[in-house]
């Protein structure tokens, strides 16, 4: 009922607008080309070394660290905290994190990113710690309903370093915030800790979307060290997780009442889901928790004692944990308490974490001494001498390369000398670059001391801004990397792979040239052969609108990237969809097709008349008819299927406002060719977001 077709639309649409919407975009950064820069390899070899001896000059203190998780299911304060942040602590904590979510539930929030809800739970909180002792907020962090505090000691404050935050929204295009995480990290005197707290998606059935938000959240997390480079998550010696995680107990209501009310928790434990995905490491690997010795704290009717007497009567669980995960160059926590605190206004109850955690402190005399040893170590050992050092290959083969999957191999590198050899990789001749887009290479120089070994990493990753060479052009993927050792010889590596052509990012124009699978097919030349729209973008519409139409939150939740893969394989190879793909995961795959496009559905060269005409609706079906021929099929083709697809309201709660904001981000974007400050506006800034969105609904309504 959705044909593909050549004719025209005559859709006669009318204004709408809509009231500043803004949200919470996560940005998929191209790889840029390596460019050349200057490295004190001295200082990074002498921070290196300073960082091996590093128990030699430091000692370690025990501190105490309070996490708390609460979701509050929208409601403001209006009981007091002292129980869960107050007496119940059996030492007095150097540190608090504090964690809610579902703070907003509103509409004007997950769309606009409305922050206004976490004062109130700020002054809570202030009138609650001023009792145990002097504290001062170190910062906070929110995103939309997910929010962080961290309160530390005022005797701390000055000992406390390199204080950043960042979000990880895991909703569809990492739109509407819904569901996410929100991190805080610094360094405690000498030790590093970060702090996530998320939300994860709900519902029983959904553990494999978990385990993806998990990840999604662990990867998009990022942080810039005193270098430059991306700290992540784990790069730091204690991290904690809070949150609800939303792991459920999948076990019949009764049964569960049945065995709280006998205070078995153990034999519910053995079946909760976070707990069986911990131990086959399918999420939250190497995490640990404390035992749990409390009933589940999820789902309870708000203001009583009693769980879920709904008609849904959703099985008691322990959605609301505390998570940590210590580096092995760190010392394990030490456990104080673990528990939930009886806080009724919510449907959750509140849990809490107090643990004793080793600080490094550093002895300023003792690390003088060792950093003067350092430094004349190094100055011994140079010389003017000849470095000379010998690498493992000069051939690295990557065999085949699939869209958007990183393929690492490795150089062994030795200073087979008798002095320092100091290394880089350097530009060929009149080139600026170290290599080819798709490839990256870490480090990019070194220092070595003799007999001192290096291992290189060469990583290929081929994404929406470098496949259009291999898609559309048919070029090889090849590379020659100029090795240079300081005062000694080149070493010359030779890069090869094999990338397998795809749908993901090509272009509209190249695909409906293909009859056949993308894989192993060429395109054909006869333009009366040629498809209406791409094969792939039918069978993904073709298969939600078979079997996904009424599902609640379509197009505004993720897949799994496991599905997603499967998927998007067999487009490729034009086989069958693999059993057990999720709606989701289809969904996603057609947001991910539009996002990926070498050339937007709206080409780079109109969407600033888009822009500007989206206040007009007649203006916007103009500029449509301009469009070119496959480009025009595509747009007219999804309009068609979105209007099906809001349809169906009543059952997928879907509103032209969200489709609107959610396809107008893939469908209109401007150039990457356009200045820095051009191209980051329209992710970030409402009035584009607006104008970009009433483009799209004009053709809804």
Not at 188 to 204: D, E, G, K, M
Request: glycine content about 4%; hydrophobic content about 40%.
């Amino acid at each position: 009922s959705l044909s593909i077709t050549d004719d025209g639309v005559s859709n006669d649409s009318v204004t709408a607008s809509l009231n500043g919407l803004n949200h919470q975009q996560q940005q998929h950064q191209p790889m840029a080309p390596v460019v050349y820069k200057s490295v004190d390899v001295n200082g990074q070899w002498i921070s290196n070394k300073l960082k091996e001896r590093e128990p030699e000059f430091t000692k370690k203190e025990s501190m105490v660290m309070f996490l708390g998780t609460w979701n509050v299911n929208g409601k403001k304060p209006t009981e007091s905290l002292d129980q869960w942040l107050g007496g119940a602590n059996p030492m007095a904590p150097d540190i608090y994190a504090i964690g809610f979510q579902e703070l907003d539930l509103t509409a004007e929030a997950l769309l606009l990113g409305d922050t206004t809800r976490a004062l109130p739970w700020e002054h809570a909180i202030t009138q609650t710690l001023q009792t145990q002792g002097d504290y001062i907020k170190l910062t906070s962090r929110q995103l939309v309903g997910i929010l962080l505090f961290v309160y530390v000691k005022k005797e701390h404050r000055a000992h406390i370093t390199h204080l950043q935050s960042d979000i990880a929204a895991v909703g569809i295009m990492g739109m509407m915030g819904n569901k996410g995480g929100v991190a805080i990290r610094f360094q405690f005197y000498n030790t590093s800790i970060c702090v996530i707290n998320s939300h994860l998606n709900a519902h029983t059935e959904n553990v494999l979307r978990r385990n993806q938000d998990m990840k999604d959240i662990s990867r998009t997390l990022k942080f810039i060290g005193d270098d430059g480079k991306f700290i992540n998550i784990y790069d730091h010696d204690q991290l904690f997780w809070i949150g609800d995680l939303n792991y459920r107990i999948p076990l019949p209501y009764q049964e569960v009442k049945d065995k709280i009310a006998h205070k078995d928790y153990y034999s519910l434990f053995l079946h909760d889901q976070l707990y069986l995905q911990m131990k086959s490491n399918s999420a939250f690997e190497g995490f640990q928790e404390p035992p749990i010795s409390f009933a589940p704290t999820y789902k309870y009717d708000p203001g009583t004692t009693e769980y879920d007497s709904s008609e849904k009567k959703r099985v008691p669980s322990w959605c609301d944990r505390v998570l940590w995960k210590t580096a092995k160059r760190a010392e394990n926590v030490g456990i104080l308490a673990y528990r939930r605190h009886e806080l009724l206004s919510s449907d959750h109850r509140p849990v809490s974490g107090s643990f004793i955690i080793k600080v490094r402190v550093v002895i300023p005399e003792i690390k003088g001494r060792i950093y003067q040893e350092i430094v004349k170590e190094l100055d011994k050992k140079e010389n003017d001498a000849m470095p000379d050092a010998q690498i493992s290959t000069n051939l690295v083969e990557f065999d085949t390369i699939r869209f958007m999957v990183p393929v690492t191999k490795h150089l062994l590198l030795e200073n087979t000398g008798q002095v320092i050899a100091r290394f880089k990789f350097i530009p060929k001749l009149d080139e600026t670059v170290l290599c080819r887009p798709w490839l990256t290479i870490n480090p990019i120089a070194g220092m070595m001391m003799p007999k001192e070994k290096v291992t290189i990493e060469l990583t290929a990753y081929v994404d929406s801004t470098t496949a259009h060479p291999f898609n559309v052009l048919n070029e090889s993927m090849d590379d020659i990397l100029i090795l240079h050792l300081e005062n000694g010889k080149d070493h010359f590596v030779s890069v090869a792979g094999q990338f397998q052509h795809t749908f993901m990012g090509n272009t509209l124009e190249n695909l409906v040239k293909y009859p056949n699978p993308v894989f192993n097919s060429k395109p054909i030349t006869e333009e009366h052969k040629m498809l209406s729209v791409p094969k792939e973008l039918w069978r993904l519409v073709d298969n939600i609108y078979s079997s996904g139409m009424k599902e609640e939150s379509l197009f505004l939740e993720s897949g799994v990237n496991r599905e997603m893969e499967a998927i998007i394989d067999s487009l490729d190879r034009g086989t069958a969809f693999p059993a057990g793909c999720g709606i989701h995961s289809m969904a996603e795959c057609l947001i991910r097709f539009l996002e990926y496009l070498a050339e937007p559905v709206i080409p780079f060269s109109m969407y600033q008349q888009a822009m500007d005409a989206s206040s007009n609706a007649l203006s916007c079906k103009t500029l449509i008819s301009h469009l070119p021929s496959v480009n025009y099929n595509v747009f007219f083709y999804l309009v068609s299927f979105l209007v099906e697809v809001l349809s169906h309201q009543r059952d997928n709660k879907l509103t032209a406002d969200q489709l609107a904001i959610i396809f107008s981000t893939v469908l209109l974007r401007p150039s990457p060719s356009t200045s820095t400050s051009q191209a980051l506006a329209p992710q970030s800034d409402a009035v584009t977001v607006k104008k970009r969105a009433d483009f799209i609904k004009h053709f809804f309504v």
